[in-house]
């Protein structure tokens, strides 16, 4: 259980990390210039190890759900467990379609004009990453 802590925190930071340095770092600048390489500039190295990373956090954080909530267990909402294991399923799905979205309609036809639309999403997909950590840490820690 350890090892799959570790390495679902260790997918957590380069996840929320990657997109924190992305929204507070690049993004500002590329909207500034109207630059659309800086942020693809970005993406092309982040992706290599961002969609591992969550990838990696998707598979950690089912096989822990499975260890401290049984499936069988799931559809109660007996725990605040109950309701932190639904907060991070909506989050996910939540990114996923953000993604989809975004790599299917806003990257194919990214203009410097579509520019504020892409970023709408970045600032939106760093807000649920970290809304994934707080999450997260309250399943552990039951902050809120």
Do not use: C
């Not at 956090?57 to 069988?72: K, R």
């Not at 467990?81 to 990214?110: G, S």
């Amino acid at each position: 259980m350890k090892w799959l802590i570790l390495l679902h925190v260790l997918g957590a930071t380069i996840w929320a990390g990657g997109h924190l340095i992305l929204s507070l770092g690049f993004l500002p600048r590329a909207l500034k210039e109207r630059d659309i390489s800086i942020i693809v500039n970005f993406e092309t190295h982040y992706e290599r190890i961002g969609i591992p990373a969550l990838i990696t956090q998707v598979i950690t954080g089912f096989w822990m759900v499975l260890y401290y909530v049984p499936f069988a267990y799931w559809w109660s909402l007996d725990s605040p467990h109950h309701y932190y294991l639904w907060i991070k399923i909506l989050l996910l799905v939540a990114t996923i379609l953000l993604a989809v979205h975004a790599r299917l309609v806003i990257i194919p036809k990214l203009t410097v004009e579509r520019l504020p639309m892409l970023a709408f999403h970045i600032v939106l997909a760093t807000l649920l990453a970290v809304s994934f950590v707080v999450t997260g840490l309250s399943f552990r820690f039951t902050y809120f």
